[in-house]
């Protein structure tokens, strides 16, 4: 049997080993929220992809699968964002609304902006304007507040989701 100052000096090892221990485990549940994160963002890069991907796939073999057949080609529908009814005077006496926000919010909105295919290549000052003017409006749990394909005017960005996801896991 030890002596007490053995015991006390084997008690020192163990607590260091378990300090280690620790540290490490804190140091790998960091790697892992990272990577978590990481993961989260790439899924939402791949959704976004995925939902330009697929209609452009199907509208381009729809296209070549009528071409084949001998059938005319169908003409491309465009957007355009210029008024046309109405005269640039007229516009420069509009006064936009103006809904205050949290710089949360507002760096929210502008990253969904940044990352929509249409509007990704506004000037700030416009990109700007769209964020100060969108206001905040709550829906219901599951409401259906728009569905894929549906001819639409208005912009819509979530906030708050991820948060209702995980505590609905």
Do not use: W
């Amino acid at each position: 049997m030890g002596t007490l100052r053995d015991l006390q000096y084997a008690l020192q090892e163990k607590i260091e080993e378990l300090r280690q221990r620790d540290a490490l485990i804190d140091e790998l549940e960091l790697e892992l929220d990272q990577k978590d994160e990481l993961i989260q963002k790439l899924q939402n890069e791949l959704d976004k992809y995925r939902s330009v991907i697929r209609p452009a796939t199907q509208q381009a073999q729809k296209q070549s699968a009528s071409t084949l057949q001998g059938e005319p080609r169908t003409k491309r529908q465009a957007i355009s964002a210029e008024p046309t009814a109405f005269d640039i005077q007229d516009l420069s006496h509009v006064t936009l609304p103006f809904y205050p926000k949290s710089p949360q919010s507002k760096d929210l909105i502008k990253e969904a902006i940044l990352d929509n295919d249409f509007m990704k290549n506004l000037e700030l000052s416009q990109i700007q304007e769209i964020v100060d003017c969108m206001y905040p409006v709550e829906y219901g749990k599951d409401s259906c507040i728009i569905k894929e394909g549906d001819v639409g005017s208005l912009v819509y960005v979530m906030e708050g989701m991820l948060e209702e996801l995980i505590k609905d896991a």
